[in-house]
């Protein structure tokens, strides 16, 4: 069998972009499994709900935004580290940018080999690289909750933290006026998860349980399309779930009877492949995703950092 490209990287072809308001002054973008992004308005100001992966591409999400509203950005949050997340962040001109303290903590650890590790991994999402102008350091940082006054009647926008998940410092945005819950990579509607910097054992309980207990009528996860209604909703919280606990039963078992990496991969691609292999970038999460849970298993806490040596390591041991 001839060998897998590396990750995403022989993955070029644009994506659809579809822009959906979501309720009066709310807007989601998604494309295709590609990551998402959003933006509320507030009585004179938008508040915007991730960067993109660069100021190019973030332009290109800003003037589909232009058609809407040309308030100026005042906030722009971050839902995690991750450079396809954070490095357009120029583009906005925000007076702030907000995250969790972790995920600061995150970018000045780990932001450098990060841009290169995902680089690598998704070109596709790096339109025009070079006007990246530096890494994206928020000024502004919370660690449980930060609630947003949106002016006039609009309500507020809450920042919460609901624990370890798709990163140390993850959080989601919610409108408790709208009951519309922007989730960042906690949560993927049918697109495979990247759990690469992940804490499965967090993520797959109390901190799903912290994002359903929102009770949200309309969530916009990390990836793939808008689901709307409670039933929509719950259904995309417990497919992460899933794939979750998918990973920790099979990659768990191997490493209980002490079998190696390479059997926890093979058992956990196994298991998941018919539920889950037709989702975007499920070839390209897995063997990072596998490594870090096996990481997990062995007692790291937390995560080693993946640079563009560790990726090829890890893809060539296992994606082969
Ligand atoms: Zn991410």
């Not at 949560?187 to 109390?206: N, P, R």
Request: proline content about 4%; charged content about 30%.
């Amino acid at each position: 069998m001839a060998k897998k490209p590396f990750a995403s990287s022989a993955d070029l072809g644009e994506k659809v972009e579809t822009l959906e308001v979501l309720a009066e002054g709310v807007y989601a973008l998604t494309a295709e499994g590609d990551p998402n992004v959003c933006a509320v308005e507030g009585e004179d100001f938008i508040v915007a709900f991730e960067a993109r992966a660069t100021p190019k591409a973030a332009n290109d999400w800003l003037e589909q935004l232009r058609e809407h509203t040309d308030k100026p950005v005042k906030y722009l949050v971050l839902s995690h580290y991750h450079a396809v997340r954070v490095l357009g962040a120029s583009a906005y001109n925000a007076e702030s940018i907000i995250a969790h303290e972790k995920t600061k903590f995150l970018i000045e650890e780990r932001g450098m080999q990060d841009w290169a590790s995902e680089f690598g991994r998704m070109p596709r999402l790096f339109r025009e690289p070079d006007g990246i102008p530096g890494l994206t350091h928020p000024d502004i940082v919370f660690n449980d909750r930060l609630e947003i006054p949106l002016g006039g009647d609009r309500g507020s926008l809450v920042l919460q933290y609901c624990g370890r998940g798709h990163t140390a410092g993850d959080i989601v945005a919610w409108l408790p006026k709208q009951k519309i819950l922007f989730a960042g990579d906690l949560v993927e509607a049918a697109a495979a998860l990247y759990t690469g910097d992940a804490f499965h054992f967090d993520w797959a309980s109390e901190t799903l349980d912290n994002v359903k207990a929102f009770e949200a009528e309309v969530l916009v996860g990390g990836r793939g399309a808008v689901a709307h209604g409670r039933e929509a909703v719950d259904a995309a919280i417990e497919q992460t779930r899933g794939f979750l606990n998918g990973m920790i039963e099979k990659v768990g078992e191997v490493h209980k009877r002490g079998g190696t990496l390479k059997e926890a991969f093979e058992a956990t691609h196994e298991h998941l492949e018919p539920k889950f292999g037709m989702w975007p970038i499920f070839e390209h999460c897995l063997p990072f995703d596998v490594q870090r849970l096996w990481d997990e298993f062995e007692g790291t806490d937390w995560p080693r950092i993946w640079t563009d040596e560790r990726d090829q390591e890890v893809w060539d041991q296992l994606q082969d």
